[in-house]
């Protein structure tokens, strides 16, 4: 099995390269963001709870992403492995995701760090928000707090993944074919 962290900030590109990615080499994609999307567009209690922080930019409790991965992990078959995409954005669920796979006879083996400038990150993410019609991607204000959230509580994960030794920064500038190829020369050393 084999096991890819997607990093980066908002809009740099994560869920666009976790789609193609997980189709070429046959893992799972999974995205914290989506799984909680759908948790609001079913409506659910655990949807609803959720709606006001993810609307402001702010990240859900630990404890809540860690369940879903967790529930998706158990219940997989039939792939190579698994491709994380927005998750982890602490540091304690990289700890917390580095012991659930260790559990099961696994480890993180690749963690892809998308570098992308916060112009290009709002740029793009404006519009995103023509189509996507997410409430978070809308608002200027929004967008800058979701990339300060990510600056002051996701990038210390890197941290975590270069102590790891599997940390590659990858640049996420340019058309999503090439980029596409920057990530693909990175899983294949180590797959
Ligand atoms: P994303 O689609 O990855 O940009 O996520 C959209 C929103 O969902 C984020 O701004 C957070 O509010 C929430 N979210 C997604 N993944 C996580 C996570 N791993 N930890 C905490 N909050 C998350």
Redesign the pocket.
């Known amino acids: 099995m084999i096991n890819i962290l997607m990093f980066g900030p ?1 809009g740099s590109g994560k869920g666009t390269q976790s789609v193609t990615l997980a189709e070429k080499y046959n893992l799972l994609h999974l ?3 989506d799984m ?1 999307r759908a948790e609001l567009a079913a409506g659910t209690p655990l949807g609803k709870k959720m709606e006001a ?2 609307a402001a ?4 409790p630990d404890d809540v ?1 860690i369940a879903m991965i967790a529930g998706k992990i158990d219940a997989t078959t039939g792939k190579a492995g698994f491709i994380f995409d ?4 602490t540091v304690e ?1 990289a700890e917390e995701l580095q012991k659930m796979l260790e559990g099961r006879g696994m480890k993180i083996d690749l963690m892809l760090v998308l570098e992308v400038n916060d112009t290009e990150l709002m740029d793009r993410m404006k519009k995103r928000a023509l189509v996507s019609g997410r409430a ?1 991607d809308a608002d200027e204000n929004i967008i800058n707090n ?1 990339i300060a959230v990510y600056r002051a509580k996701t990038e210390p994960v890197i941290v975590f993944g270069r102590k790891a030794g599997v940390s590659r920064s990858v640049d996420g500038v340019g058309t999503i074919d090439d980029i596409f190829g920057r990530l693909c020369k990175e899983i294949e050393t180590v797959i």
Do not use: H, N
């Open positions: 908002p995205s914290t963001g909680l922080i993810m930019g702010e990240l859900v992403v927005g998750f982890p954005r669920q978070d979701r």
